[in-house]
């Protein structure tokens, strides 16, 4: 594994979001959703794609806090522009389970 400074790590924007609106990405080639993430005043709105679907159906994360990159450029996934990262863990099988907070926190809050 190799080792980063503490000055690289924080190059790396990571912030707590509320996911708005979420719909299935049926043109995806891996099964995905479409998340929209609000990210509070500062940074506001944006939209990603993942491939959770083997434990998330869109109408159960609208309300739900995820951690996401927010500062890579975005990127063109099919005909669907993701302007950030979400962030998740793989289950026993590989799936990704989404990581967040514990407790409600304000939108927009940077990870340390």
């Given at each position: ?78 005909k669907f ?32």
């Amino acid at each position: 594994m190799a080792e980063i400074s503490f000055d690289d790590f924080l190059k790396v924007d990571i912030r707590v979001g509320t996911v708005t609106h979420a719909e299935p990405y049926p043109e995806a080639r891996k099964p995905a959703l479409k998340l929209w993430v609000d990210f509070g005043a500062e940074i506001g709105e944006r939209k990603t794609s993942a491939q959770i679907t083997a434990h998330y159906d869109p109408g159960v994360l609208i309300g739900k806090q995820v951690l996401a990159v927010v500062n890579f450029p975005p990127r063109q996934i099919g005909k669907f522009r993701s302007e950030v990262l979400v962030l998740g863990l793989p289950d026993a099988t590989g799936e990704i389970v989404l990581i967040g907070p514990d407790e409600r926190v304000p939108n927009g809050g940077r990870m340390h």
